[in-house]
């Protein structure tokens, strides 16, 4: 029995987790102020989120801003072959959130969102 809990208890740590495929950190698209951002896409609970990690502004210089740190995605969920929905996203250009969905292609990231029937979408990169 001591064995057969060792046995499993070493196939559970040497198995590897398997991370989304989305996890990581994308540059948005230039906001309405012609400003953006550095995005990290990460785990949270079952479901997705995102926290905004750097803020650039038009001509691609670093800027202080009190967004960073604040979380842009939430609840996103996985619903296969690449496609995320059921989640929201904050646009800090407009201050307003959006029931928003994803869709991963490659190191591509279409991020779209709609409020009130008035929808947005942006090309995200994969930065890393």
Request: charged share 20%; aromatic share 8%.
């Amino acid at each position: 029995m001591k064995r057969l809990t060792l046995a499993a208890l070493a196939l559970m740590i040497s198995t590897p987790a398997f991370a989304d495929p989305v996890l990581g950190m994308y540059k948005t698209q230039p906001g309405d102020n012609g400003n953006f951002g550095h995005v990290e896409l990460y785990q949270c609970d079952a479901s997705i989120c995102g926290v905004i990690r750097k803020a650039f502004d038009a001509s691609g210089a670093e800027i202080p801003s009190d967004n960073i740190g604040r979380r842009m995605i939430w609840d996103m969920q996985a619903q296969g072959d690449g496609a995320y929905g059921k989640g929201k996203i904050w646009a800090p250009d407009r201050d307003k959130t959006y029931s928003s969905k994803m869709e991963l292609s490659g190191n591509s990231l279409k991020v779209s969102g709609c409020v009130i029937g008035i929808c947005r979408a942006q090309n995200w990169t994969r930065v890393r």
